[in-house]
């Protein structure tokens, strides 16, 4: 085991360790909700929460006009 010298978690692998000491221990969350305040220090984790939280809603465009092939709205709660 691998053990953090700031705060003590534990890690069964090196690699999770660094990765705990490089972006979460002692910093900030740098990614936010675009629908509630939660923030997560990982991009992982924020996906996570986006499709847990909140209902997820994929359009197809049909526009031959438009750049894009379909949008993606977040909205709301999952539990609304």
């Known amino acids: 085991m691998y053990a953090c010298a700031r705060c003590a978690k534990l ?4 690699s999770s360790l660094n990765r705990h000491l490089r972006y979460e221990c002692g910093h900030e ?3 936010h909700c675009t629908v509630c305040p939660y923030r997560a ?6 996906k996570s929460h986006y499709a847990a939280k909140h209902v997820v809603t994929t359009i197809v465009n ?3 006009d438009t750049d894009y092939d379909h ?9 609304e």
């Open 71 to 79: 949008v993606v709205l977040l909205t709301g709660s999952a539990y």
């Open 62 to 64: 049909t526009d031959p």
């Open 29 to 31: 969350p740098k990614f």
């Open 41 to 46: 220090k990982l991009r992982e984790h924020l």
């Open 11 to 14: 890690y069964k692998l090196k």
